[in-house]
């Protein structure tokens, strides 16, 4: 029985979304690591995340630079360093008790994996579009999005991309291009604002991560990177950056060549930035803790160390912990304390000091542990790792520093990051800084816009094998999209929700369907149906936004405070999802959407509170249906499916 189109649209959906954040989730366990496949292993070996390892073949170990890298690099450097923050055990949002900052990454990648995966593995449909110049108004929401559907027909089926690599290296005029390359980016503008928008403002955890971003900022070495790359000699200007971020200058290093030491190498530049960023996180989060030590209302002595110790414990100890609250119904706390045969009697009171204590805690060690491995590991697997980048690169650097003026790049990227830090920053106190909207990031992105158009211009005018080498690659990267089974026909017009299907893999799935008993199939059919419904309903919201952006865009106006762009509510998914203990001694397990979980999470390391949840109960978008019946049955044929499929280059 073949599925209609809506149906496996929508189970093509479901499917490539719980597997995406199954997949990057499992990044952070060493036996998906050490059974990744390639390029992180050999060719032959299954890999135990087809979906991402897919993704890396098809577009990132081919980039320019990368593809030349020697296999040492991947199976040996990023194999380790990754299996190296694997062992060092970090802690999960459940025991914390709110939404961490790389819970908030990860669900990111997550969210652009799902896409991403969805276009390479089903292809983009493809319709018939006419060659002749259109006009498009970028006042005219319709025309901008119509504008993003013409653009990736003629990327994936035409000859766009000839045709803007040859302007690009004419002008850095915007209005130099053709109306539909002006149209698009004035919608990728509007998609990059919404995604910036979202992790720095909307997101609880973005107040917390603009901290650390500002400090980076600041401590990186502006003025001297900008007068290296001044240095007219290519190999000179390139042996004084790696001098200056890589080398390793203190009393270590001499009394390790004379073998008075064992001890690691001290830091460079670099990791000094690492370490110093997530070292004032850590002295905060220390202040904190020792207050509740001594906080007369505290728990007692022998609980506090029990909490303390548990971070420390054996992953296996962990997952026990884990499993036994969510089974039992308990709080995390409850569990540890009657593991180590602690007293589980306390107040109410107490029980929330326990909790906070516990989530200061596993801070405190996951930022250990982060700068351990990236700054003190031995061997230094960070270090070696830049250095063969800087290796393969070589060629590609020094054609960049003959074309551009890289010290002025420089400069707007500082620009751009002190305007960004500026825009994002909520003090609390001022409802007109409260008032943060999208169009205010649009009118940020488009103010910068011009440094990245004269980037790209220098690079493809001056740059011949710069020209040469992306061209390259983006046709390459295009071909990835292509549908590619005869049976496919063009539409006539675009594609509305269900017409796409699921491309090239529409006959796989379809068969897992036929497969299953009528019971089962009937079960499937009302979940795919209702999440089509789903779907619809989220294009529409994102379409209305969408219309307001671009109304307001030419304007003063900051009306917009969630933007458009659907793999927005589908980040927001994976963190709505995502288990958090009880918030009680015994209750129910909370999920990363409940109330009391976005107000712990915006608790930043000094105890303060950053941000707003108001953005999040402003979103009207619909919440995702219940699919467990179409996960159970069919997503363990659908791996298989994608393991089949590691094999076949596109």
């Known amino acids: 029985m073949t599925l209609s189109s809506t149906r496996l649209y929508a189970l093509f959906d479901i499917l490539t979304h719980h597997e995406a954040y199954s997949e990057t989730k499992g990044l952070t366990e060493l036996d998906t690591i050490t059974h990744f496949g390639h390029p992180l292993g050999d060719k032959s070996d299954q890999p135990s995340a087809p979906l991402i390892q897919a993704l890396i073949e098809r577009f990132l170990v081919v980039l320019p630079g990368l593809r030349d890298v020697p296999r040492n690099f991947w ?41 991403c995966a969805r276009g390479s593995l089903g292809g983009y449909r493809k319709r018939e579009f006419t060659k002749e110049e259109q006009t498009y108004d970028l006042a005219n929401p319709e025309d901008v999005a119509k504008a993003w559907d013409d653009f990736l027909q003629q990327i994936v089926y035409g000859d766009l991309i000839d045709r803007f690599f040859a302007k690009a290296a004419t002008t850095d005029q915007l209005t130099d291009h053709e109306p539909l390359v002006q149209a698009t980016h004035e919608y990728m503008l509007i998609i990059v604002a919404s995604f910036l928008h979202y992790i720095l403002v909307i997101s609880p955890r973005g107040q917390s991560l603009l901290p650390l971003l500002a400090r980076t900022k600041d401590l990186f070495p502006w003025f001297l990177v900008r007068q290296t790359l001044k240095i007219g000699n290519a190999a000179t200007m390139l042996n004084g950056l790696v001098r200056l971020m890589l080398a390793k200058m203190n009393v270590t290093t001499v009394t390790q060549w004379f073998g008075a030491t064992k001890s690691d190498r001290g830091m460079n530049l670099l990791q000094q930035i690492i370490s110093t960023v997530l070292g004032w996180d850590i002295s905060e989060l220390k202040k904190r803790a020792a207050a509740v030590e001594k906080d007369k209302t505290a728990p007692t002595k022998e609980q506090l160390r029990c909490l303390k110790e548990y971070p420390s414990q054996s992953t296996e100890k962990h997952d026990e912990c884990r499993k036994e609250s969510t089974q039992a119904s308990h709080s995390i706390v409850m569990v540890i304390l009657g593991k180590s045969s602690c007293s589980t009697d306390m107040s109410e009171q107490q029980y929330k000091i326990s909790l906070d204590y516990l989530a200061l805690q596993l801070a405190i060690r996951d930022r250990e542990e982060i700068v351990k491995v990236l700054c003190h590991h031995q061997p230094d697997l960070l270090t070696s790792s830049v250095e063969d980048l800087v290796k393969v690169y070589e060629p590609i650097i020094r054609a ?9 790049g420089m400069s707007d990227l500082q620009s751009f990051l002190h305007d960004l830090v500026e825009l994002s920053q909520l003090t609390g106190k001022s409802t007109e800084k409260q008032a943060i909207s999208v169009e205010d990031y649009v009118r940020l992105l488009r103010k910068h816009q011009g440094s990245s158009h004269r980037f790209i211009n220098q690079a493809l005018k001056n740059g011949k094998e710069l020209h040469q080498w992306y061209l390259g690659y983006a046709k390459h990267a295009a071909e990835q999209y292509r549908q590619t089974k005869d049976d496919v026909q063009p539409l006539k017009d675009s594609p509305e929700d269900g017409d796409a299907a699921a491309g090239d893999l529409s006959k796989q799935l379809s068969d897992l369907c036929s497969a299953l008993s009528d019971q089962d199939r ?6 795919l149906d209702a999440h089509a419904k789903y779907l619809h309903s989220l294009n529409q919201e994102s379409h209305q936004r969408l219309q307001k952006v671009v109304q307001n865009s030419g304007t003063e106006k900051s009306e917009i405070s969630y933007g458009p762009g659907t793999f927005l509510a589908k980040w927001q998914a994976y963190i709505n999802a995502t288990a958090i203990t009880p918030a009680t001694a015994e209750g129910e397990v909370r999920h990363g959407g409940s109330d009391s979980v976005q107000e712990a999470t915006r608790v930043d390391v000094d105890g303060s509170k950053k941000g707003s949840a108001l953005p999040l109960r402003e979103n009207t978008d619909p919440l995702p249906p219940d699919v467990d019946d179409t996960l159970r049955l069919l997503r363990p044929g659908f791996r298989e499916l994608l393991v089949s499929l590691t094999d076949q280059p596109k």
Do not use: M
């Not at 199976?75 to 008790?97: N, P, T």
């Not at 960049?400 to 002025?408: K, M, P, R, T, V």
């Not at 009937?522 to 979940?527: I, P």
């Open 75 to 115: 199976q040996y450097r990023i194999k380790e360093l990754f299996s190296a923050l694997a062992r060092a055990d970090l802690s999960e949002s459940y025991d914390k008790g709110s939404i961490g900052i790389r819970k908030t990454l990860a669900t990111a990648c997550a969210a652009i994996v799902e896409f």
């Open 400 to 408: 960049l520093h003959n074309a551009i003026d890289l010290s002025a």
């Open 522 to 527: 009937s079960a499937v059919y009302s979940e």
